[in-house]
C-alpha cells in the first residue's frame, strides 16, 4: 500500500471549465509531482444519476485512495445507457478529481483541499454545449435542475478552500496553483512550488527625476481597484525646510507607490480567523491567526536591493494591519466592519527617493516585466515636477462640484459629558491599580452622499503633510492618512526601531503664541510622564525578540512640529535576536503601546468596555513588509476611513481620535486635546467637530 495521496477537488456547475482547469493543474503539478486524475463524468449514472454518481464517487474512489489504494470503480456508458466496463485509478502523490458533486459534503471529509470554479451562466451554457452540444444540448435544463438541488441543500462554494472565477483566458491554472500554495494543508506536499516562490530575482531601473508623486500614483494606478501610496508628504511637499535636517524630514526620504497587478500581483484581506489571498481570477481562504499566516509569507530574505539602492523596500506586501488584530496579541475578540487587515503584494512598484531626486523602478522578474518597466519610465517621463502644488490638480468641473457639495456633518460616538464620563471610569481604574495610562479613544462617523476619497486625500496632504502620510485603495475602501508617528522598523540587517508620540499642542498662526505652546509641551510635566510611560512599555515590548542589552533610548521626549500641532516624541532602539521570526517580533509590540496605554493587556480591556465598539483601522499600523525580511509602519492617526455602501448607497467616512487618561489629566484638557487632533481631517473636509 502506497502513502496516502494528497486529493484535491474541482467542483462547479457545468461548463464552468472544471475539466481543462484540472488537465492544467495536473500538467503544472506533474513537473515535480506523481500526479493521478478522476472525472466524475465517467462515473454518473445517466442523466438523472447525479446524486447516485456522488455517492458512487465517495465510496468506490474516494474511500480506497484515500487510504492510498486503487480505486476499482464501474464506468457509465453515455452511449448505450447502462454500467459500462470497470476501471481502476491508481493512487498518486497528489490525486485531482473534477466533476459536480466532487466537493460534496460527504466527499469532504475525505479531502485535503476543494476547488470551486466559476463562471457567468450564459458564458457556462455556451462553453458546454459548443463542447458537447449534440449529447448535452436536451439535458441542460435536467441536469442543471439537479445541480441547483445539490447546491440548494449543500453550499459547497462555501466550504472550498479556494475559489476560481474562469474567465477562460488561460490565467486560472497559474492562479489557482498560487492559491494552493497558501493552504497549510498542502505545505508539505507543495514544497518545490514553495520554494519557487522564495527563488525571486529583482530587476531594477534608476531614473534621475522628481516627478509629482501625486500625478505619478495617477498615471500608473489611477484605475488600479487595490493600490497603496506610502507618501512622505512632508518631504514631497517641500516641508523639510533648509538647514540642519530635522527627524521628521528624515523619515521622510522615501515615498512608495504599487498596486497587485502583473504576473505576482496578490491582494490580502483578514477578517476575524480567516485570511483570504486573492490572486489573479483565483482566492484561498486559510483560517488561523493574521500573524501566524504573516510568518509563512514574509521574514526570510527573498531578494536583495540594487546596487546603490538606499531604500530598505525591495518589493513585497503593502497595507493596514487593523487594531483588532489585538484578539491574536492578548486583547479580546472585537469585529469590526472594516477588514482586520488589508495587503497587497506588490511584484512591481516605484520608489521615490526625495534625498537624490531619483525614482526606483522595482520588478520580480517575470514575462511582463519589461512591459512594465516600460510604461512606468514613461510615465515618470511625463509626470510633471515636483512643486508647491503638492499634489495633482483637479479639473475645474470636479472642484466646482466638489465646492458646492456640503460638509460632511460628523457624529460623535461619544458626546462631550459622556467622553468625560469616559475618563473618570478611566481615572477610577488607574486609582484601582488596574492600570497606569489608559489611552481612551472615540470615534467620528458620516454619511453623504458622495465623496472623492482621492480628491480628498490630496486636500489633507496640502494641509497636514506628514512623514508616513498614505493613501491606499482596496476596491469600495480608502484610508487616507497623514499619520507622524513610526510604529515600528524592522531593518534587513535586524537594527530595531519605535518612535512614540505622546504630548500635544495645537498650532497657532501668530509666531508669539505658537512659541508658548511649544514650550508650555516641552515643560509639562504630565505629558513628560504620559510619554515616559510608553517608552517603558515599548522598551518591554522590544526586549521579548531583541538582543539581550541592545534596548537603549536614543531620544526622550523631543518636540517636533508639524503643520497643525506640536508633538513630544521619543526613540527606542534595539536589535533583532538573529533567527527570530520577523511577524512574532510585529505582534509581539502590536498594536501600539502609545494607543493603549500600559500596562498594555489589561488597559486594552479596560478601553473595550470603556470605547463599546471597534476602532478598526484606527490605532493599527500602515507600512510594508518587504522581500528583504525590513518592514516599516506607521501608526494608524490622523487617519479618514472612506467606505461605499452606506445606507441608501452613501459614502461612509470615519475619524478615530483619542488621548492618554493619567491620574492628574484634567477632563477639559483631555477633550480638547481630541478637537485639536481632530482639526487637521476635520477643517480639511469643512467639517465641525460635532457638539
Known sequence: MTPAPVIIAIDGRS??????????????????????????????????????????????????????????????????????????????????????????????????????????????????????????????????GQEAELLAADDIPQHAHVRVF??????????????????????????PELSSRRGLRLVSERIDAGPDPAALFQALYGTSPNAVWLDSSLRSAGAAGSGRETPAAARSRFSILADDGGTFGQSVLHSSGITRITAGCATANV?????????????????????????????????????????????????????????????????LDHTDNTVWLLALDAPDAADWLGRARDAVTAAPEAGGSNGVVLPAAQAAA??????????????????????????????EGNSYEVCLTTTLEAEVRALDPWAAYLALRRRNPAPFASYLRFGGLTVASTS????LRIASDGGMRAEPIKGTRRRAADPDTDAALRHDLATSLK??????????????????????GSVTVSRLCEIESYATVHQLVSTIDAVLLPGSPRAEAVAACFPAGSMTGAPKISTMAILDRLEEGPRGVYSGAIGYFSLNGATDLAVAIRTLVVQDGGEGGKVRLSLGVGGAITADSVAQDEYEEIRTKAYGVLSTLGSPFPN
Not at 494552493?180 to 505545505?187: D, F, K, R, S, V
Not at 505629558?527 to 539581550?548: C, G, K, Q, T, W
Open 15 to 144: 461548463g464552468a471549465g472544471k475539466t481543462t482547469l484540472a488537465i492544467e493543474l495536473a500538467a503544472r503539478l506533474r513537473n515535480h509531482h506523481k500526479v493521478s486524475l478522476f472525472h466524475l463524468e465517467d462515473i454518473y449514472p445517466g442523466w438523472d444519476g447525479l446524486s447516485a454518481g456522488i455517492e458512487r464517487y465517495v465510496t468506490t474512489v474516494l474511500a480506497p485512495l484515500s487510504r492510498g489504494e486503487a480505486a476499482t470503480w464501474v464506468s457509465w456508458d453515455w452511449k448505450n445507457h447502462n454500467d459500462g466496463e470497470p476501471r481502476v485509478t491508481l493512487p498518486a502523490e497528489i490525486v485531482i478529481v473534477e466533476g459536480v458533486g466532487a466537493g460534496a459534503a460527504a466527499a469532504r471529509p475525505l479531502l485535503d483541499a476543494v476547488i470551486w470554479a466559476d463562471s457567468p451562466d450564459g458564458e457556462r451554457r455556451s462553453r458546454a454545449l459548443a463542447r458537447d452540444g449534440e449529447t448535452y444540448g436536451p439535458f441542460w435544463d435536467q441536469w442543471a
Open 166 to 191: 474562469n474567465r477562460a483566458d488561460g490565467t486560472a491554472p497559474a492562479d489557482a496553483l498560487q492559491a494552493l500554495t497558501y493552504l497549510p494543508a498542502l505545505t508539505t506536499a507543495l514544497v
Open 287 to 351: 483560517s488561523g491567526p493574521f500573524f501566524r499566516w504573516l510568518e509563512t509569507v514574509w521574514g526570510r530574505r527573498a531578494v536583495r536591493g540594487p546596487e546603490d539602492y538606499p531604500c530598505e523596500f525591495t518589493l513585497g506586501w503593502l497595507g493596514y494591519l487593523g487594531y483588532e488584530l489585538k484578539r491574536e496579541t492578548g486583547g479580546r475578540d472585537v469585529r469590526s466592519d472594516t477588514p482586520d487587515a488589508a495587503l497587497v503584494f506588490a511584484g512591481r512598484g516605484v520608489v
Open 402 to 431: 466638489a465646492a458646492h457639495n456640503a460638509a460632511p456633518a460628523f457624529a460623535g460616538r461619544d458626546s462631550e459629558a459622556s467622553y468625560k464620563r469616559k475618563i473618570a471610569d478611566a481615572q477610577h481604574q488607574i486609582a
Open 484 to 487: 507622524p508617528e513610526r510604529f
Open 527 to 548: 505629558d513628560r510622564a504620559e510619554n515616559i510611560m510608553i517608552v517603558d512599555l515599548l522598551r518591554n515590548d522590544l526586549s521579548h525578540f531583541a538582543e539581550p
